[in-house]
């Protein structure tokens, strides 16, 4: 079996080469609706290293990956999961070296995704084609899948191509950012508005009752006191406790009028052990006492979001695989958090039930969307070794 050293030594000695990868596809633009001309370098990438791709639209020219290794003997699959897509550069301030530049500067790598999340694109990429170059036959298969519309959402994206069958295997790393850490949990989302009505009328004369506005305030003013509730819960290491926010009200036309409409936005955020329906059956249960003392409180809830939890067990096989391979090459324990970010792991966990932990070498808390967004060279490089002895270890 090919060993930790051996691993690290090609790494180094190819290191140029892994560079360049990341650097081209940082200088390729893609942000999320654009991931096409970026799906072309992957691509190119992946047939010059002797794959199949597979080229799959929920939308055109909004395209996902696909490319299989299939190996000599019948095995487990394992699954690389990333995205192609990235926030829109900062219009007030292009960084030092402008946000496609891809440029090398003292030890770290710039560019709009390098953290978030073409880092942990090209990391994944480059075990690949390295694992091919060293002769390594796996007993089973690799799935490189790359994604578009993740920061979206991932509707065109992971869910699609769940909804058509794709995406399955055993077990495998969504590469997103984690600062070196293992998180094999992480928040979920359930998000929504929530409208009240009434009767118009002219502010000269006194209204009787609750105007929308009025209702819409009461209503915010009692899941306030849902969320003092919410945030005294414990939580994973890593990840705030469960919360609820309200960030967007919409309400009245002229100021000489009664609203009669008034709908506020809620972000109620979930954590490991929660699931969605007792979140939505908190929410409403407060607004259905306001009902019941009112019968004018009527409301309309609108869910527009269910992002999944990851929750994956820290005893798992596979989990503890990866942290072995971590200590192989990296000759130190990885440090396992949860974290509050989504991803488009837990799509998948969800569906297909693999462990698919987040576990990538870039900071995302401090450099995804920013400006000056960057990687650390070494770091960048090491999770290519640690990736190849993770694959290495599941396919033997």
């Not at 496609?100 to 084609?129: F, N, P, Q, T």
């Not at 089973?140 to 794709?166: P, R």
């Not at 969307?369 to 070494?378: M, R, V």
């Not at 990736?387 to 396919?395: C, E, F, G, P």
Request: proline share 6%; charged share 25%; hydrophobic share 35%.
């Amino acid at each position: 079996m090919i060993t930790a050293k051996e691993i690290s030594d090609f790494v180094e000695a190819n290191r140029t080469e892994a560079i360049e990868c990341l650097q081209e596809l940082l200088r390729t633009p893609s942000v999320t609706g654009d991931e096409e001309p970026v799906s072309f370098v992957f691509e190119k990438r992946m047939k010059d290293s002797g794959l199949n791709v597979d080229r799959i639209e929920a939308k055109p020219h909004r395209p996902n990956l696909l490319a299989l290794w299939e190996g000599s003997q019948k095995g487990k699959t394992f699954v690389f999961n990333g995205h192609m897509d990235v926030f829109p550069p900062d219009s007030e301030d292009p960084g030092m070296f402008g946000p496609w530049s891809g440029k090398e500067h003292e030890g770290c790598i710039y560019g709009r995704g390098a953290s978030d999340m073409k880092g942990g694109d090209a990391g994944a990429l480059m075990a690949v084609i390295f694992l091919r170059k060293m002769g390594f036959e796996p007993k089973g298969n690799v799935l490189l899948s790359w994604m578009c519309d993740e920061e979206f959402g991932g509707e065109l994206g992971v869910q699609y191509l769940l909804s058509k069958g794709y995406l399955r295997g055993d077990f495998g790393i969504c590469m997103e950012p984690s600062d070196g850490m293992l998180v094999p949990q992480h928040g979920g989302i359930l998000r929504g508005y929530i409208s009240y009505t009434s009767e118009p009328g002219h502010t000269a004369l006194l209204y009787k009752g609750k105007t929308a506005l009025q209702k819409a305030v009461t209503a915010i003013g009692e899941l306030e006191v849902l969320n003092s509730t919410l945030i005294t819960r414990p939580s994973s290491k890593g990840l705030p406790p469960p919360h609820l926010t309200i960030a967007v009200m919409n309400s009245g036309k002229a100021a000489n009028v009664y609203p009669s409409e008034a709908t506020f936005w809620f972000d109620r955020r979930l954590v490991p052990g929660e699931n969605h329906d007792e979140a939505l059956k908190e929410i409403t249960d407060v607004l259905d006492a306001l009902k019941k003392e009112d019968d004018s409180f009527d409301y309309q809830l609108t869910v527009t979001s269910r992002r999944p939890l990851l929750d994956i067990p820290k005893d798992d096989p596979f989990i503890q695989l990866v942290a072995k391979s971590y200590k192989e090459v990296m000759g130190k324990d990885v440090e396992m958090v949860a974290e509050p970010w989504g991803s488009d792991a837990a799509w998948i966990r969800k569906v297909t039930h693999m462990p698919i932990p987040n576990f990538g070498a870039a900071n995302g808390e401090n450099e995804m969307g920013k400006a000056n967004e960057k990687i650390s060279t070494q770091k960048y490089l090491d999770f290519i070794k640690v990736y190849m002895m993770t694959v290495v270890n599941a396919l033997s």
